[in-house]
């Protein structure tokens, strides 16, 4: 028996994807329609549960609160379906991971180790999901996380990966000494607790007065600005040792303190666990923890 409080699938698939783009243009475009028919499956969307899933503004939309909480549950039902589908059809076997990691993670660490993982497993199909928001609500969806939050906060069923240190990093083309690093910006991810007052608080000193730290949502930005020679940076060995063991950055100052965040490598369920789920799980555990 049908269930009537299930609105129509192309309504649900409007919706995902001009949430994901926060666009109603950009949802038409990847749907291959218009933009009025993905506003009106939209809208038909809202009248069909009875409340808004978008504020609009004149070149821009914004998710409301039910609209964040619905997503989650829309995002989730399509992979579980396109994940169903593969299998009936035979085109899975087994050997496509969805894996959810935020942006930094997956350009700074994973994306630089993909050549060595296909080497071994070159059977492998990864779909590498990266949000901005909350991954605690999109993880759902992905059969493999990799988190980022707090050390003390280990998720259930999660193994911690490595123990980091943060130290401050910089072009090895700036001049950067005791005396004048900090006419130089600084750059930093938000939401962090290792950050540079917490740094600077193992040197027993703070920020000069007047000296502002320039933030990103992501590490992905202040690290490759420090890259670029814009200025000092914080980072952290998961991101940034293979810049230094390039020579692409280097830490003009010996003080590293313990990160107070931590990598966490969140398995696939016991019954969603697939030959390429267990494959990436193994790799992951030996890149960080070898022999």
């Not at 995902?16 to 506003?39: C, G, Y």
């Not at 899975?92 to 991971?97: P, Q, T």
């Not at 320039?214 to 991101?239: K, W």
């Not at 490598?265 to 799980?281: Q, V």
Request: with cysteine.
């Amino acid at each position: 028996m049908a269930d009537s409080s299930l609105p129509p699938l192309n309504w649900l698939r409007a919706f995902e994807a001009a949430a994901r783009t926060l666009s109603f243009t950009a949802a038409a475009q990847e749907l291959n329609m218009t933009q009025p028919a993905v506003s009106q499956q939209v809208k038909a969307l809202e009248n069909h549960l009875g409340r808004a899933l978008f504020v609009r503004r004149t070149r821009s939309l914004q998710l409301t609160e039910a609209g964040r909480i619905y997503l989650p549950s829309v995002q989730e039902a399509f992979a579980t379906l396109g994940k169903g589908t593969r299998m009936l059809i035979g085109g899975d076997r087994g050997k496509v991971l969805t894996i959810h990691c935020n942006l930094a993670f997956s350009v700074l660490w994973l994306a630089p180790r993909l050549e060595e993982l296909y080497r071994r497993h070159p059977w492998l199909v990864l779909n590498v999901v990266t949000m901005v928001w909350d991954p605690k609500s999109f993880a759902p969806a992905a059969d493999v996380e990799i988190r980022y939050g707090s050390a003390t906060d280990d998720p259930p069923g999660a193994t911690r990966l490595g123990e980091d240190r943060c130290y401050a990093i910089a072009s090895p083309d700036l001049d950067v000494s005791e005396a004048n690093w900090s006419r130089y910006p600084l750059f930093d991810c938000t939401g962090v607790e290792s950050n540079w007052e917490y740094w600077l608080a193992g040197r027993r000193t703070t920020l000069p007065r007047g000296c502002t730290v320039n933030l990103a949502t992501t590490y992905s930005v202040s690290i490759m600005a420090a890259v670029n020679r814009a200025g000092l940076a914080l980072a952290h060995d998961t991101l940034a040792g293979a810049l230094l063991d390039t020579g692409q950055l280097v830490k003009p100052f010996d003080t590293e303190r313990p990160l107070l965040e931590a990598y966490f490598l969140i398995p696939a369920a016991a019954h969603n666990e697939t030959p390429a789920s267990r494959a990436f799980e193994a790799w992951v555990l030996e890149q960080f923890h070898p022999g």
